[in-house]
């Protein structure tokens, strides 16, 4: 992730909370840059808090955990944009979506590409059959 993010020249990595906070820490200290994250604010979307400001133009790589629908990275990249920054590379430790996902101009790559089915809870085959969810 961070040879990827090295390319792009970033000043700065941050990732949304919970996945992205200790990755944007370890590839920040990786490049010997910054990293910092974004929390969910309370008008739903992403937002730097805890005394965390850009300053304007600020490159910033964009890092996750895992990708299901891209969400968090959308919010976060949104979150960069509206801190003054401008996200110039994006990656995670794996992408689930198959490749689907796209950031706009925004280039992206995983670690690894992890193929998992999901399912809407009225779609799985196996709560159709009534078999229940066991947490451990």
């Known amino acids: 992730m961070a040879e990827h993010g090295r390319a792009f020249a970033p000043t700065t990595v941050a990732g949304p909370t919970t996945g992205g906070v200790l990755l944007a820490y370890e590839v920040a200290r990786q490049l010997g840059i910054?990293?910092?994250?974004?929390?969910?604010?309370?008008?739903?979307?992403?937002?730097?808090?805890?005394?965390?400001?850009?300053?304007?133009?600020?490159?910033?790589?964009?890092?996750?955990?895992i990708v299901t629908t891209g969400g968090?990275?959308?919010?976060?990249?949104?979150?960069?944009?509206?801190?003054?920054?401008?996200?110039?590379?994006?990656?995670?430790?794996?992408?689930?979506?198959?490749?689907?996902?796209?950031?706009?101009?925004v280039p992206f790559l995983p670690a690894t590409e992890v193929v998992m089915q999901s399912y809407a809870a009225d779609e799985c085959p196996l709560c159709k059959q009534g078999v229940p969810l066991k947490v451990t």
Not at 44 to 64: A, C, I, T, Y
Not at 76 to 97: F, H, L, M, N
């Open 34 to 65: 910054r990293g910092i994250f974004c929390e969910t604010d309370q008008h739903g979307g992403r937002s730097f808090q805890r005394g965390f400001k850009l300053q304007p133009g600020e490159k910033v790589m964009v890092v996750d955990d």
């Open 72 to 105: 968090s990275l959308v919010d976060t990249i949104e979150a960069v944009i509206k801190a003054g920054g401008e996200p110039v590379c994006v990656s995670a430790i794996a992408d689930r979506t198959g490749g689907k996902v796209t950031f706009g101009d």
